[in-house]
């Protein structure tokens, strides 16, 4: 069973990290999700494997319930960021008209970016050479 | 227990969700929330940094069971920074209207506040994931704040890396709990050091996955990268504030290193100091090459500030109480010069008159670590805490070599060669707030430093964190 | 108290002028003029114990810890500068005052002028070494604003940035320098430093002490190869460069030397630097004057050669030229800044300082001729002025030293400082006068008022040195040696010293290089010559250049690249920290496989792998992880965490609802464009992190925690401390409440954040049009569909009450319930469209997160009614007679505060994409 379970966190990393590693957002979002499966998974089995203990009192055996309450939280954590990323992701797209994640894709963007932060670009280059 | 540790906290909370349901449509009320809360989290500040160390338990269920947050120096003393730079960016954001650039912005700051508040205060390694995933989240939504293309692209990758940080926190939590079984920090620290030497492999691996976490959030190089694209696209005021969230990391960086991993700890002695150091040192070359070579504003701050998190974490592997102390300062001057600079970018952007030029000048010359402001001061206490390091020394010299002619470039270009003074002034007191408390923290470095070398004594000899917390047991 | 406020005053000074500006120039001048002659004062006010041989000190306690205190000393070196630099400052101040123009900034000069002079001043009161650093750093600054006065002009900009560089970084070699200076004496105080020679000079960090220091100095004091900086320098308007370049700013260098000489002299290693940087500076600069045709690039050489010859007789370490230094100090600074002032007035009067256009002057402007000729002599070094006295001195040290070299390059710089002086006089004032385009004449009092002093003081030194000069010598130099001193200062020595034939050799040969000065021009014009700029220039630029490449490689704003690197240092990092230290084999047994599990894993291996591979297919993408995330909560419900396999599911539902609305707006499939190798490598470090994670995993779960974990409290407190059946859940609302509620922030924050991220969006321009395709939200929707989630929404709501108010001892609670009651929502936006949800956007959700968030706030605080700590909760047992039996816990509030914070912020985000959705129709 361990193995199964450890098999199933690593595909989930795996998977989740050659998503994250890609150019556009929409994969990234779900690489970013599959990557949180994995460790949800990776933080619950902190408390170990216990088959038939759910931590209810009364039932007599139980597994470890403090991982699963940490699980809880960052389950919850998780979502609220995921909604965030995916407006943000969509705000980028509807605002850029593409979705890809890299800043500056290529050089032109580059320089127009650094431009409209400053408003006026340096010219000591040429200065220095009069 | 003193109910006054929890405050700094639920403070900030109740105003923002009070803001979000009465003054979700009054921006003068909710500024007037928000200064009167941030005064009021100053003057808290204020009355806890003369505290003595104390633990608070929550739903009173006694530590490690329950969530304790211990206040000691340390704690104390990033309240009251962030209290104070939040006022004065406070003032700033009001003054130049930045806050009416899109909604909630006061709610998303108090949040910020308590998020930031929140993980300086826990003595709980899980609760200070959730409070970083809330100071995290908050500064999302102030990153965003008044959006356009370029800032909610920035914002993209902010959030995204910062995922992947949290995820890792996730991971290494994960180890801790199943190693040890527990999750308070000064739990940990009193049972690392019972772990047999012959089995440390995997509380080894907790700890570098932790200094990791904490690196990404103190732009250590190789994890710098959200930095540049998220402070030069962040609204100025924010950019601002955002000099604080670097802290996090060099804070968790210094609590972990000195209370859970210190170097006498059999089971990890010098791994992390070990691993911090050429860090620190590419961080420092990093942030200065980037500071020479950048020519907008806002992204050459944003080196700069990175190279100034490379000296802070320099001094910071060297995990003596002298390094300590001096890192401390260095951080306190570090937060102060990093804000004045992006709120200078920020009123540069329309008018660059002669009083900006004076200011920039000021602040410049203060990130680089010259005088006669605190970066001198800094810089000196630094070297003189790593004086037998000739590789740091050069390495910190030379990076404020390159750090002063880059921004000696910018300014020449800025304010000598293309000055402006059309467009009407914008409000400068914030600035001067942050170089007044430069000023005060050169005129005081006596005194400061003094109570600064107390505090670091203390985190290099943390019985008393440990006391705080009670725990032989339930009570 | 005294020597502090001396050394304050100049600062205080610098305030004034934006004060006193509006009453004009005059008064302005006048006050700060006040400043200086106030502290120039109060300096004499000593000179009674200073001629005893005391020393006056201050001390005031800065950073004790550290040793950098505010301790300053007057003794008779700091006397000498201080009368220099105040001195020869109140000159400048009058003479600025007629200089520049009325159209310039006078306030902002005079205040970086006063700025600059509190910096000397410091620089040469500091008792202590981190202090003098302190004052050190600030004439760096200073300079560079002054330089950059004229700050329209590229060459200021320029030469300001030029010397900011150079001396700055001098001054943070020698902050090294001298904080290794204070660790070998174990104090950074001068009085302490001065004392400890031997143990200076036995200590193996004295060379690179040393080294540091003359770096500092060296730079400052413009020494070969740091000069080039200097003449650049000149860009700055001529008050400026008369006084840093005669009395102050270049003499810090020199003063620097002259204070540590006692304990860094008199080694091989300095004689040889010092010597050999200053004879090098003095005969090259020389040779270089000769060739400028720029009034003030002549001067500016000339003081670089000058500076050369007072470093060169501080490295000789004897006494004897340390007194000539001394000496030269002073004829230098007046004679120098006596020429600058003239040199200021002939471009003032003429427009013009190409010394080859110029010519005749003597007519127009008698008045600079005379001071000009009599100061242009005294830098000659002729008789009976005090630059000659000042050169036999040298000359005659240089004589007494080995090897020949020594004084053979002295009389050759000797030789050439005659031929451009002479040259400089008479081109400039002799010969025919050419066509000036307005007629020149001389200036006001004002302006030739300043030279004019400093030229009195030239001659009268020149013929009565003992008694005007002599004392002040004695006491300079013997606080610089720290041995009494009587200076024998004279015309004439007889005809025995060596230096009375070099110096007839050197004027001699000077009649004789300008004879042959034309065919000797030829050659110096045909060389090609190391421009020091241009190899400055290049270095920093190619510097500046390498550094932007390298940093926009780096951070060339691609996220991937940034992941891989973290990827990559985090498994380096982790399997080091492993693998440097030893483990223990797991002990745990493995658990048995069932056959569901078994296929269950393979169903979610699969499925993540197809959602990876088929990416490009958004949708089909999404789904497949919808799917695994349903096969995990399955999965948790099997390995008892039933309401971990709830929240599972119900987030699912919902986060996969919400991608699917945003998708709608996105393009549904993504560009095959990826390179195969960068392909394979993602691929590789996807895996290998994976494999590693798995392995971790498997690591822990085959071992027992080393300590009891803390959870088996939690076990037995559940329902004797916290009223609840179920652990997990007593553990979230109360054992770990707080974090819950840092939880239900985070998702508070999260739906304000998407909140005011839509409202910014709708109100800006789009760069494209939401890739939605007909059929979807906004069309007619399938009436069955649309019936069917009228029904499901009140059921939802049902379920979502009970799983609330059993969460404390069964499966459930507030967070579940609130999503529950969401999914409810969803499906009816789904199915009804966003006109339907439009229509229903009148509950203000966002009021919902203000009153989730102060619920839950309240909550927490009521228990300080109690006296307890924050979130201390409470719990009664009531019977409500259709229900079992339940504890009413504070809890329960708290889950109602996390109930109203997830509700909200999941309809907030289905209202911003509804929103987002509505207006572009109309674009």
């Known amino acids: ?117 400053r408003g006026h670009e340096s010219d000591s280059r040429a200065e220095d050479q009069p | 227990m003193s109910p006054l540790l929890i405050l700094p906290i639920i403070l900030p909370a109740v105003l923002a969700g009070g803001i979000i349901l009465f003054a979700s449509n009054a921006l003068n009320l909710q500024r007037a929330i928000s200064v009167l809360g941030t005064l009021a989290l100053l003057g808290l500040a204020i009355s806890l940094s003369q505290a003595p160390t104390q633990a608070y338990f929550l739903g009173n269920w006694p530590a490690p069971f329950g969530i304790a947050l211990v206040l000691d120096g340390l704690s104390a003393l990033m309240l009251l920074l962030t209290a104070s730079l939040a006022l004065i960016i406070l003032i700033h954001t009001i003054r130049t209207g930045w806050d009416a650039c899109g909604r909630h912005f006061h709610a998303l700051y108090l949040f910020q506040l308590m998020g930031l508040n929140g993980a300086f205060l826990t003595g709980d390694a899980f609760n200070l994931f959730v409070f970083f995933e809330v100071l995290l989240i908050a500064s999302y939504g102030l990153m965003v704040h008044g959006s356009g293309e370029a800032r909610i692209r920035a914002g993209v990758q902010y959030v995204a890396f910062n995922l992947l940080g949290s995820t890792l926190f996730l991971f290494a939590l994960a180890v801790i709990y199943s190693t040890t079984g527990t999750l308070n920090m000064a739990d940990l620290a009193q049972k690392l050091p019972q772990i047999a030497a012959n089995d440390t492999g995997l509380i080894r691996v907790a700890a570098v996955l932790l200094m990791l976490v904490f690196a990404v959030k103190a732009a250590l190089v190789p994890l710098q990268f959200w930095l540049p694209g998220t402070y030069a696209n962040a609204p100025g005021p924010v950019a601002a504030l955002f000099a604080v969230m670097t802290k996090v990391g060099a804070y968790a960086l210094i609590r972990f290193g000195t209370l859970v991993f210190p170097t006498d700890l059999p089971a990890t002695t010098t791994l992390l100091a070990g691993l911090l150091y050429p860090a620190a040192l590419a961080t420092i070359a990093i942030g200065a090459l980037g500071t020479l070579a950048t020519r907008t504003l806002p992204r050459q701050i944003a080196f700069a500030a990175i190279g100034s998190m490379g000296t802070l974490l320099l001094t910071v592997s060297a995990f003596t109480p002298q390094a300590t102390a001096a890192a401390l300062y260095y951080t306190v001057h570090s937060t102060f010069a990093a804000a004045a600079l992006f709120l200078i970018a920020d009123v540069c952007r329309t008018r660059r008159d002669g009083l900006t030029a004076a200011l920039y000048m000021a602040a410049a010359i203060a990130m680089a670590g010259m005088p006669p402001l605190s970066g001198f001061v800094g810089k000196l206490l630094v070297l003189d805490a790593l004086r037998d390091d000739a590789i740091a020394w050069t390495a910190i010299l030379l990076a404020s070599l390159l750090t002063m002619i880059g921004f000696a470039r910018q300014g020449s270009d800025l304010f000598w060669k293309s000055p402006s003074a059309e467009a009407p002034a914008q409000s400068k007191a914030a600035i001067l707030l942050c170089l007044t408390a430069l000023a005060a923290l050169t005129i005081a470095a006596g005194p400061i430093t003094d109570q600064l070398t107390l505090t670091a004594e203390a985190l290099h000899q943390p019985a008393a964190y440990i006391a705080a917390n009670h725990l032989g047991g339930p009570k | 108290m005294s020597l502090a406020l001396i050394a304050a005053l100049p600062f205080l000074g610098a305030l004034t002028p934006a004060l006193t500006q509006r009453f004009g120039r005059s008064i302005a001048t006048v006050t700060i003029a006040v400043f200086t002659a106030t502290a120039l004062a109060l300096i004499l006010q000593h000179l009674p114990a200073i001629m005893a041989g005391q020393a006056v000190t201050t001390q005031i306690a800065w950073l004790p810890s550290l040793g950098l205190n505010a301790n300053f000393r007057l003794d008779g070196l700091s006397l000498l500068f201080s009368l220099l630099i105040l001195g020869i400052g109140l000159l400048i101040q009058a003479y600025a005052c007629f200089y520049l123009d009325a159209s310039e900034p006078y306030a902002r000069f005079l205040t970086y002028l006063m700025l600059f002079q509190g910096a000397m001043l410091g620089i040469v009161l ?25 700050s329209h002009l590229p060459q200021a900009r320029q030469g300001a940035r030029m010397a900011l560089a150079t001396t700055g970084a001098g001054g943070l070699a020698m902050i090294a320098g001298l904080m290794i200076l204070g660790h070998i004496v174990g104090s950074y105080d001068l009085s302490a430093i001065l004392s400890q020679k031997a143990a200076i000079q036995a200590s193996p960090l004295y060379l690179p002490a040393l080294i540091l220091i003359l770096l500092g100095a060296f730079t400052k004091s413009a020494q070969f190869p740091f000069h080039f900086w200097l003449p650049h320098a000149m860009a700055a308007p001529t008050p400026v460069s008369a006084y840093l370049h005669s009395a102050t700013m270049v003499k810090a260098g020199l003063f620097l030397m002259a204070r540590l000489w006692p304990v860094l002299s008199g080694t091989p290693e300095w004689f040889w630097i010092v010597t050999g940087a200053g004879l090098i500076t003095m005969a090259f600069a020389a040779k270089v004057a000769l060739f400028k045709d720029d009034l003030k690039a002549i001067l500016a050489y000339s003081t670089v050669s000058h500076l050369g010859l007072i470093t060169f007789l501080l490295g000789l370490g004897t006494k004897t030229a340390a007194t000539a230094a001394i000496f030269h ?279 993540a792998i197809a959602a990876t591979t088929l990416h490009r297919k958004r949708l089909l993408a999404l789904l497949l992880v919808g799917i695994v995330g349903l096969i995990l909560s399955a999965g948790f419900a099997y390995l008892s965490a039933p309401d971990l396999a709830l929240t599972q599911i119900a987030v699912e539902v919902v986060t996969i609802a919400l991608m699917l609305l945003a998708l709608n707006f996105l393009p549904k499939t993504t560009p095959r464009k990826t390179a195969a190798l960068r392909k394979a490598r993602d691929a590789a470090l996807a895996v290998t992190t994976g494999v590693a994670t798995a392995a971790l995993a498997y690591a822990l779960m085959m071992r027992e925690a080393i300590f009891p974990p803390i959870s088996a409290f939690h076990l037995a407190q559940s329902v004797p401390g916290a009223g609840g059946h179920n652990a997990v859940n007593t553990i979230i609302v109360d054992f770990r409440g707080y974090d819950t509620y840092g939880e239900i922030i985070v998702l508070g924050i999260a739906a304000l954040l998407i909140f005011a991220l839509t409202e910014n969006l709708l109100g800006t321009k789009w760069a494209t049009r939401p890739h939605q395709t007909a059929g979807d939200a906004g069309d007619p929707h399938p009436i069955l569909l649309q019936t069917a989630t009228r029904l499901i929404l009140p059921m939802a709501m049902l379920v979502g009450c009970y799983l609330f108010l059993r969460g404390h001892n069964q499966p459930g609670g507030g967070f579940v319930a609130g999503l529950v009651f969401a999914i409810g929502f969803v499906l009816q936006y789904i199915a009804s469209g966003q006109d339907w949800t439009a229509a229903r956007r009148r509950i203000p959700y966002h009021a919902m997160i203000g009153a989730g968030v102060l619920v839950a706030s309240a909550t927490g605080v009521g228990s300080f009614l109690a006296g307890r700590p924050f ?27 996390v109930f109203l914070c997830v509700l909200g912020a999941v309809m907030l985000a289905l209202d911003a994409l509804a929103r987002l959705a509505k207006p572009q129709e109309g674009r």
């Open chain 3, 126 to 150: 500091s008792d202590n070494i981190l202090l003098l650093l302190v004052f050190w750093e600030l004439t760096s600054l200073s300079s560079f604003l002054l330089i950059g006065f004229w």
């Open chain 1, 1 to 117: 069973m361990e193995i199964l379970i450890a098999s199933a966190i690593g595909t989930l990393t795996t998977c989740g990290i050659y998503l994250m590693l890609r150019a556009r957002t929409f994969p990234v979002i779900l690489g970013l999700s599959l990557l949180s499966y994995a460790v949800n998974l990776f933080l619950f089995i902190s408390g170990r494997i216990k088959l038939n203990a759910p931590p209810i009192i009364g039932s007599g055996a139980y597994t470890d319930p403090l991982p699963q309450a940490l699980v809880l939280t960052a389950i919850v954590i998780s979502f609220g960021m995921t909604a965030v990323l995916v407006i943000m992701a969509l705000g980028a797209y509807l605002t850029a008209g593409h979705d890809r994640i890299d800043l500056y894709a290529d050089k032109e963007k580059a320089i127009k970016a650094s431009a409209r932060i």
């Open chain 3, 329 to 607: 100090i002073i004829c230098h600074a007046t004679f120098k800044a006596a020429l600058f002032m003239l040199a200021g007035i002939v471009d003032h009067a003429t427009h013009i300082r190409d010394i080859r256009a110029l010519g005749g002057l003597r007519r127009a402007m008698p008045i600079s001729f005379g001071l000009a000729t009599i100061a242009t002599l005294a830098m000659a070094g002729i008789p009976p002025l005090n630059g000659f006295l000042s050169k036999e001195m040298m000359l005659e040290e240089a004589a007494h030293t080995a090897p020949w070299i020594i004084p053979a390059l002295a009389t050759i710089a000797a030789l050439l400082s005659v031929a451009y002086a002479l040259r400089f006089l008479t081109y400039t004032f002799l010969g025919p006068t050419p066509a000036y385009a307005h007629a020149p004449h001389d200036p006001t009092p004002g302006l030739w008022l300043p030279p004019a002093i400093l030229v009195v003081l030239v001659v009268a030194t020149g013929l009565a040195p003992m008694p005007l000069t002599a004392w002040l010598v004695d006491v300079a130099t013997a606080a610089t040696t720290g041995a009494p001193i009587h200076a024998n200062i004279a015309l004439w020595h007889g005809l025995d010293p060596p230096a009375l034939w070099m110096s007839l050799a050197v004027i001699g040969g000077a009649i004789v290089t300008l004879g042959l000065y034309p065919a000797l021009r030829r050659i110096w014009d045909a060389t090609p010559k190391p421009q020091a700029k241009a190899i400055f220039d290049a270095s920093l630029t190619g510097l500046t250049q390498t550094a932007a490449t390298l940093i926009e490689k780096l951070h060339n704003g691609s996220l991937s690249r940034a992941f891989s690197l973290a990827l990559l240092t985090i498994l380096t990092l982790g399997f080091y920290a492993y693998h440097s230290a030893e483990s223990l084999p797991g002990t745990r047994a493995l658990t048995p496989i069932a056959l569901a599990p078994a296929v269950g894993v393979a169903l979610l291996i699969t499925a």
């Open chain 3, 871 to 897: 979130l201390t909760s409470n719990y009664t047992h009531i019977q409500l007679p259709p229900l079992q039996d339940f504890e009413l816990a504070t809890a329960a509030l708290f889950d109602l505060g």
